[in-house]
């Protein structure tokens, strides 16, 4: 009888409002799936736009200003990821007057979770991802952030007071610094056992590989 594979921590970096975050880890957790090997994810701080104004900016307009991307290019890029979402259980429910938002209080609240519990921070980073990409909910707003935490069990009163006070902030622009330090500019970023970096969305076949070698060196040094 083969021995159940070790269980291998990743650490993701990654915003929550980057679509191909939200690709790639579900890409790794299928791949965890089929390979049958465990996975225990922490994620950490990046926002892709640091000075984004708190009423936020369509998003059509913001890419276009950022990437120089076109009304057409948009369109086709959406649809890219929806399908690709769809194939992976994740609904992306883009629309014209999609509004890109700051995502510091968001950070913020994953950094609080974290502290509530084994796999609490997971957990709100998942639903951040589908109130962003799925109900196109506005996360700069405390009122929301609050609502998305309630529904998963937390104090609604304890979390608008958390983020009204700032009291995570210093903790995500800390959490920040160190990645950058460590050369990360773009995201997805998964570090596999504090010892293999991967960028961008690889696929489910690829991070396959990537887990089936990390669980082969992980076994290799426990005896």
Not at 21 to 40: F, K, T
Not at 44 to 64: I, K, S, T, W
Not at 145 to 157: Q, S
Request: charged share 25%; glycine share 6%.
């Amino acid at each position: 009888m083969t021995p159940p594979s070790p269980t291998i921590n990743v650490d993701i970096v990654s915003d929550v409002v980057c679509p191909w975050c939200v690709i790639g880890y579900h890409q790794l957790a299928e791949a965890s799936r089929l390979s049958d090997i465990p996975i225990e994810v922490r994620w950490h701080p990046f926002e892709l736009n640091p000075q984004m104004v708190a009423e936020g900016e369509n998003l059509r307009e913001h890419l276009a200003a950022k990437y120089g991307t076109t009304p057409e290019g948009s369109r086709q890029a959406r649809k890219k990821l929806t399908a690709m979402g769809a194939e992976l259980g994740f609904t992306f429910n883009y629309a014209d007057d999609m509004r890109m938002v700051n995502t510091f209080r968001a950070h913020q609240l994953i950094d609080w979770a974290e502290q509530q519990g084994h796999n609490a921070g997971h957990r709100i980073k998942l639903a951040l991802f589908s109130a962003f990409f799925s109900e196109r909910r506005d996360l700069h707003r405390i009122e929301v952030l609050a609502d998305i935490a309630a529904g998963l069990g937390h104090d609604k009163a304890a979390v608008t007071a958390m983020l009204e006070a700032g009291d995570r902030a210093d903790s995500v622009r800390e959490r920040q610094a160190y990645w950058r330090r460590q050369g990360i500019s773009g995201v997805p970023a998964m570090v596999f056992n504090d010892r293999y970096l991967v960028t961008g969305a690889q696929g489910v076949d690829n991070y396959q590989e990537v887990l089936k070698q990390v669980a082969a060196e992980q076994t290799d040094e426990a005896h």
